[in-house]
């Protein structure tokens, strides 16, 4: 179909026609008959070659019309304000179900990546000492399994730490990953990918954008907060259990294993927010087992937390002294840091922010009450 006018002309009419002025009216801004406006708009809604449409009306062409040419027609102010706000999205979704029906699939496929992206890790998963330097980076989240023994506190063979989740259980993936930056200045934000996405401006109100933008920020707070709290306990168990003596001397094995600050972090937060379901562990979950003539090791439940070494035999083996001496540090950490201020004040803000993730997705479930903030109806 044969262009009814020129480029310029066709779009000017598009314009005036999509902020819903009147035929005549438009054949009168533009100074063209009223056959004409007819033949444009029919032009913008049959032509079969989509590209050509979106060509004349790309974003860069509305903004040179009313810089250079919609001011001197002699609209109304309102109109003008309007013709301003005007976007190509405004103009293709008026004329064009070919593109109503392509931006419908892709905003259904940008809420259900956004939906996935928009996930806050329970703080006892986040056992990370350092965030990275400057730059995007990402942390990808796997099921965690923590056997213990079937004993005293807890009623199953093994306690399973999964992320905090707001979304059904099935619509969560075994693997999960989290975008953030890292500022010159030390400071996280998250960061979704689907942001770069063209349509993802109309998925949220500006409510729900001011709340997002809050979102990432406090999440990336959040998220070092946890670092924080893990660094001191990796340091306080360094301390109480000699392990800077022994980096000094290194007789025998290294006491620690990373599984000994990782549960008092782990045990602490989740005895806190469930201590019915996780009490500081019972001293018969722990088990002190020979390696050998020279070694003992400690274990809670299946998990190896240190060794000790073995001097000649004189009972009881003085590596027992040092092991039970490891159990009774560890479950004075796990019962301090669960009551401490910093996991209190951590709890807090995750569950505040669970508050606004919940609030944004909420939103996602309705028709996108951002395509209502078009400015064609303000």
Known sequence: MKLPASPKRCLAIAMLRVVDLRQKDTARYTRCANQIVVDVEEWFREEEYYHRVARICNDQSIKKMVAAEAIYWGVEEETLVKLDRLTQDDILRHYRTDYMKAEELDIESVVTQLKSQLFLPAPETVRIDDFGGHGHHIIRFRQDIFKVVSKIGYNTGEFWVSKEDWRPSSEIPADLEI????????TL??????????????????????????????????????????????????????????????????????????LIYLLAILHRRSPGQFPIPDENLYQIKPRGLFVSELYLGLIHLADAPEPPPIPPPPSNIFLNGYINTH???????????????????????????????????TDHPAQQDSPLVR
């Open 179 to 186: 975008n953030y930056i890292v500022s010159p200045f030390g």
């Open 189 to 262: 934000e998250l960061f979704c990918p689907v942001e770069e996405h063209p349509l993802f401006q109309k998925l949220l109100s500006k409510t729900a954008q001011e709340k997002f933008s809050i979102w990432k920020k406090e999440s990336g707070r959040y998220l070092i907060m946890c670092r924080d709290i893990y660094r001191k306990i990796y340091a306080e168990a360094r301390t109480r259990t000699f392990q800077s003596a022994w980096e000094t001397v290194k007789i025998g094995p290294q006491p620690l294993t990373p599984n000994f600050a990782d």
């Open 331 to 365: 479950r004075d950490m796990i019962g301090n840091w669960s009551a401490s201020l910093d996991i209190t004040e951590l709890l807090k803000l995750f569950e505040a922010l669970r508050g606004i993730g919940e609030a944004i997705q909420q939103e996602l479930m």
